[in-house]
Structures are given as structure tokens and as C-alpha cells.
């Protein structure tokens, strides 16, 4: 049963546009929500979090936006980058776990270009 | 280097042997998660543990995989047996706390021949 879901496999963007990678949740024990960036052989890298008592999370170039009702948490990248591209990674944890304890998505390549 | 530390980066093993894979994390950090993906997949969660203590082992394989973290030295996760499904990348990640968010290393790469 995959829990956290992002059903693009990829996302192409163009250099300065905005990009938005989408994620949707099954369980609603999960109050906390991550965004995580790998380039190939290499380990994620934290991006950006929120908890459930937000809906919109700011930093930089980076929002996350949550909304419970929906299940549903996205990723904004504004201004694109060519240095983006990579593979996002959606997680999830709560109910009373420990935080570090992630259900990951499946993962979105980002390609942005020149 | 402040990050969390994994070695060895890549491993080849035969299968039946045994694989060790250690982490190091970030100064500070108490606490120590470990991941795996494999090919094509997201990353899966395997074992919480701190010092000394396994606090959730819901992840791990029933047999052959175990972990422990010492008071003193790395965090090791063994693999007896290893067999070609073990093939992996093994990510170690820390935290200082249970509410904080991880932090995860470079990632350690077993290959089963």
C-alpha cells in the first residue's frame, strides 16, 4: 500500500518558470511533511518541511503548500534553475512516531533547462 | 566535515557473505535512522535506533539484517547471508532529537554477485 504518492515520474521546466511537483498522502495520521532532493549517488538532501497546523511553508525559492482536506502537499520552485534538477523525494511521518521514522514517495525527476 | 558520515561508499559482495555498513552522525545528533532504495524505488524506512537502543525495527527484514548503535563508535548495519535482493543504496540519517528533522549521509552502495 504506498502511502505517499507522486504520480508524475517526471517534470520538465524551463529556466526562470515555475516549477510545481505534486504529492498526494492515504493517511491521515501524518502531521509532518518533507521534501527532500537527491542527485544520483548521492544521499537526500533536506529542502524544506511543514507541519499540519500550516498550510504554506516559505524558504527562498522554495514554498510548500499543504491542504489536509485534499491529502495533497506541492513543491514550488520560483525562479527554476538548471542546478534543480534532480530527483524530489515527497515523505511523510506522525502519529505519533518519531519524526525521523519517513514513508517516501516514489519520486519526481526535475529537468530544468537553459 | 559536520555531515553524517557513511563507509564504506561502495561494496561488493558474493552472496552468502556478510556485509557491514557504518555510519557516523552529524556531532550532536543521538539519534539514527536507517533507509534503503532499491533500484526504481523510494527510499524505505529499516531501523530507528540511539545509543545503545533500538527504539522501532518495523522495517527491518526478519532475518539476516540487524543493527545496533554502541555507546561508543558508528551505528552498524549487518547484513548475514547477503543474497542478490540485498542489492541496494543504504542511507544512514541522524537527528538530535525525535522531533527533528533528518539529516541523511552520502549513502553506501552493495552490490550482490
Known amino acids: 500500500d504506498q502511502q505517499v504518492k507522486q504520480n508524475s515520474p517526471s517534470l520538465s521546466v524551463q529556466e526562470g518558470r515555475i516549477s510545481i511537483l505534486n504529492c498526494d498522502y492515504t493517511?491521515?495520521?501524518?502531521?509532518?511533511f518533507l521534501w527532500y532532493k537527491k542527485y544520483p549517488a548521492e544521499g537526500p538532501t533536506f529542502l524544506i518541511s511543514?507541519?499540519?497546523?500550516?498550510d504554506k511553508n516559505e524558504d527562498g525559492r522554495f514554498t510548500v503548500f499543504l491542504n489536509k482536506s485534499a491529502k495533497h502537499l506541492s513543491l514550488h520552485i520560483v525562479p527554476s534553475q538548471p542546478g534543480d534538477s534532480a530527483v524530489y523525494f515527497c515523505?511523510?511521518?506522525?502519529?505519533?512516531?518519531?519524526?525521523?521514522?519517513?514513508?517516501f514517495g516514489q519520486g519526481t525527476i526535475l529537468t530544468v533547462h537553459p | 566535515n559536520a555531515g553524517v558520515m557513511q563507509n564504506p561508499r561502495h561494496l561488493v559482495r558474493r552472496r552468502g557473505q556478510e556485509a557491514r555498513l557504518r555510519c557516523s552522525p552529524m556531532?550532536?545528533?543521538?539519534?539514527v535512522y536507517w533507509y534503503r532504495q532499491l533500484p526504481e524505488e523510494g527510499l524505505k524506512f529499516m531501523v530507528y535506533l540511539q545509543k545503545e537502543n533500538i527504539i522501532d525495527e518495523s522495517g527491518m527484514p526478519k532475518e539476516r539484517f540487524s543493527a545496533e548503535f554502541p555507546k561508543e563508535g558508528p551505528s552498524i548495519l549487518r547484513i548475514q547471508q547477503v543474497v542478490r535482493g540485498d542489492s541496494a543504496a543504504y542511507f544512514c540519517?541522524?537527528?538530535?532529537?525525535?522531533?527533528?528533522?533528518?539529516?541523511f549521509g552520502e549513502g553506501s552502495w552493495l552490490t550482490v554477485v
Open positions: 511543514i507541519s499540519s497546523i500550516k
Open positions: 493517511n491521515s495520521m501524518f502531521d509532518y
Open positions: 540519517a541522524s537527528s538530535p532529537g525525535s522531533s527533528d528533522t533528518i539529516y
Open positions: 556531532k550532536g545528533h543521538s539519534h
Open positions: 515523505a511523510a511521518s506522525g502519529g505519533g512516531t518519531s519524526y525521523g521514522k519517513l514513508t
